[in-house]
């Protein structure tokens, strides 16, 4: 029997483990499993090289819980170590780099990933057990050995009689994790990090029932057997190659990843790359609208096949990160801190790959089969719209694809909007107007004003369309955006001619300072001679003014303050309807006031602004009136 002192120059590093990485202590069970599957996977090469002449047979990696005696046992059938294995891997590699992991982790340890980077995967045990035994045979003809350590830096090491290959890790317990020795916690911990992982997982059997044969007599009873109890899928999708899955398979594997959500994803992108890196995954779009919340199921990360975190900020590009899915790359660097993982070289490739192949993606899906992608758009805009105004690498390709809906359902790409509006709607100085809507309920009156001229209005209701149109104008000189209500619509496109007004310059002046005596000061009044039978009073908000408000609620627009700015509005008044000449031509101010209020109402309705107090009184007012 040897016994020695564990090669480390902190004096005892396992309540230093323990108290650095405590809140994510149930890792242990990831890293034990992961270090198994290696082993596991490391015997398949070795006999696949001819190093190791042993069968392989269906190795799968057992977890054991006896509550009574407080003990976890992790047992697999892989390589398995020799006694001066045992010495050089669990008593002096380990702690090679122990110094500078408790100087470097000593404030942010808790970072889950850090454990395996520094050798110390095993010794994440200690986190939960007072003791920790090992008993190991190698695949090599030599003695199975008996490690034993209980959290000092002291251990024990002696000849064990243990005959088949492979690796027994026991751990004894400690009082303040007892939680552990659930069937139900432990059954949690290995559907959460271990789901996917390439060995079959065995945590305790199952009984499962024979089907009754069709000529079974009546009181035939269906015979029962326990089966293991295999907790993992070892092939999960994203490993296999796209030709080798069906759209049910991706469905299914969505539903494997998601068993709570009940809509199927619209579409989804498989990810494979080689080179420069190793990378592969499944993106799938979720039916999302105009919802901007963070989203409940997220992109898990992988890590060959072992779960690491859903937090994968820096690794996939902002815009995407409201999509599900998973992404397993080994060349991910775990072990650094969220601002060292978005500035790491290798991190920023992933990123623009991902961007590219989304991309790619997306524009193949709308050159194969359009009807169906504008079917589809409302539900996944938002994410393609965030993506133009975050990803410079997406905004280029994104010309492709990205479509511009009309009030009635017709959809256009920018280059095609475009040429479709040029005859139309270009105003007397050459400029592009592409007039849109936000609601088309609240603004029908104004859509359909702009219809009856023959323009072409598009729908855009996205919470960020604001910040969108101002960068497609910054990149189109020759386009402008105007909201459908922001002017009257002879002013929406300015053409050459004019309508001449039936009120004189001394009459307007008059007939405004009269307004403006009963006009709330929220509103400016303007004069404009239109069409006799146009509305005679009418409410738009300037579109400078509600677009910058519009960005700064929903973050940036260049001015600070602006989202708590009071609504602005223009009132136009029509000087060639007959209201106007009444409004102008009454002596009495109390009718005078009476027909402004009532027509401001009437044009606050059409603007749903119209509430509370002042709508009470507008009703019984309009009732009064048809008597």
């Given at each position: 029997?040897?016994?020695?002192k ?9 309540p230093?483990?323990?108290k ?5 202590h ?6 034990l499993?992961?270090n198994?599957t290696?082993?596991?996977l490391?015997?398949?090469?070795l ?11 269906n190795p ?7 509550k ?25 590699v380990?702690?090679?780099g122990?110094e500078?992991?408790l100087?470097k ?14 050798g110390?995967g ?5 986190m ?7 008993i190991?045979k ?9 490690w034993?350590?209980d ?11 243990k005959?088949?290959r ?13 939680e552990?020795?659930?069937?139900s916690?432990i059954?949690g911990?290995?559907?959460k ?8 997982i ?6 499962e029932?024979?089907?009754k044969?069709?000529?079974a007599?009546?009181?035939?009873v ?30 299914n594997?969505?539903?494997?990843l998601?068993p709570?959500?009940f ?8 990810l494979?790359?080689?080179?420069p890196?190793?990378l ?12 901007m ?9 992988y ?40 500035a ?13 192949k989304?991309a ?9 089969n ?6 589809k758009?409302n ?8 993506g ?6 997406f905004?280029?390709k ?5 479509l511009?809906?009309?009030?009635d ?7 095609e909007?475009?040429?479709k509006?040029k005859?139309?709607?270009t105003?007397?100085d050459?400029?592009?107007v ?6 088309k ?8 004003s702009?219809?009856?001229k023959g323009?072409?209005?598009l729908l ?5 369309i604001s910040?969108?149109i101002q ?8 386009v402008?955006?105007?909201?459908v209500?922001?002017?009257h619509v002879?002013?929406l496109i300015?053409k ?8 004189s ?6 007939l405004k ?8 000061k929220?509103?400016s009044?303007?004069?404009e ?15 400078f ?15 600070f303050?602006?989202?708590n ?7 136009v ?13 009454t002596e009495d101010k109390t009718?005078q ?16 602004l ?6 009470t009184a507008f ?6 009136m048809?008597k």
């Open positions: 029997m040897t016994t020695g564990i090669n480390v120059s902190v004096e005892n590093i396992f230093l483990i323990k650095f990485l405590y809140s994510d149930e890792i242990f069970l990831r890293e499993v992961s198994g290696d082993a596991t490391k015997l398949k090469h006999i696949s090289i001819g190093e190791a002449k042993v069968e392989y047979g799968v990696i057992e977890i054991k819980v006896d009574e005696g407080k003990k976890i046992h992790i047992i697999d059938q892989g390589l398995g170590m020799t006694a001066d294995e045992v010495e050089k891997y669990i008593n002096q380990a702690f090679s122990a500078e992991f100087d982790y000593k404030d942010s340890a808790k970072d889950s990933g850090i454990i395996g980077h520094f110390l095993f010794y994440s045990a200690f939960v057990a007072e003791k920790v035994e090992i190991t190698s695949y090599k003809d030599e003695p199975a050995a008996h034993t350590c959290g000092s830096p002291e251990f024990t090491l002696e000849q064990a009689d005959t088949s492979g690796t027994e890790i026991i751990l004894h317990v400690a009082e303040d994790s007892l552990f020795l659930e069937d916690k059954s911990l290995l559907n990090y271990n789901k996917f992982m390439p060995i079959p065995k945590f305790g059997t199952r009984t029932t024979l089907p044969p069709e000529d007599p009546e009181d035939y269906n015979e029962t057997f326990e089966v293991d109890n295999i907790i993992n899928n070892p092939n999960p999708a994203w490993t296999k190659q796209p030709t080798e899955l069906s759209d049910e398979d991706y469905k594997f969505y539903r494997e998601y709570m959500q809509e199927e994803p619209l579409f989804n992108i498989h494979n790359v080689d080179y890196f190793n592969t995954g499944i993106l799938y779009f979720p039916k999302l609208g105009t919802d919340q963070i989203q409940k199921d997220k992109i898990q990360l890590q060959n096949q072992v779960y690491v975190t859903d937090n994968v900020e820096g690794i996939v590009p902002e815009f995407l990160t409201m999509l599900k899915g998973v992404i397993d790359s080994p060349d991910i660097p775990l072990n650094v801190s969220r601002s060292g993982l978005q790491d070289g290798a991190v920023k490739k992933i990123s623009n790959y991902i961007t590219r989304v790619d993606k997306l524009k193949a899906l709308f050159n194969e359009r009807a169906d992608f504008e079917a758009w539900d996944i805009k938002i994410v393609l719209e965030y133009m105004l975050s990803e410079d690498k905004y280029e994104a010309g492709a694809f990205v511009y809906p009309t009030v359902d017709t959809y256009f790409t920018l280059e909007l475009k040429e509006l005859e139309n709607q105003d007397k050459g400029k592009l592409v007039l849109y809507a936000g609601n309920d609240a603004q029908h009156s104004y859509i359909e702009a219809k009856e323009y072409e209005v855009l209701d996205s919470p960020i910040h969108l960068k497609i104008e910054g990149d189109n000189k020759e402008t955006f105007v909201r209500d922001s002017d002879d002013n300015k050459d001619e004019n309508t001449i007004s039936k009120l310059d001394e009459e307007k002046e008059t300072t009269s307004l403006e005596a009963y006009i709330p929220a509103y009044v303007q004069l001679a239109m069409d006799s039978q146009a509305a005679p009073f009418i409410i738009t908000q300037p579109e003014m509600r677009r910058m408000k519009e960005m700064s609620q929903s973050g940036g627009g260049g001015m303050g602006m989202g700015m009071p609504e602005m509005y223009n009132l008044v029509n000087t060639n309807s007959d209201l106007a000449a009444n409004i102008l031509n009718h006031e009476h027909l402004v209020k009532q027509a401001l109402d009437l044009a606050k309705l059409s603007q749903n119209l509430k509370g107090e002042a709508l009703v019984k007012r309009s009732f009064e048809i």
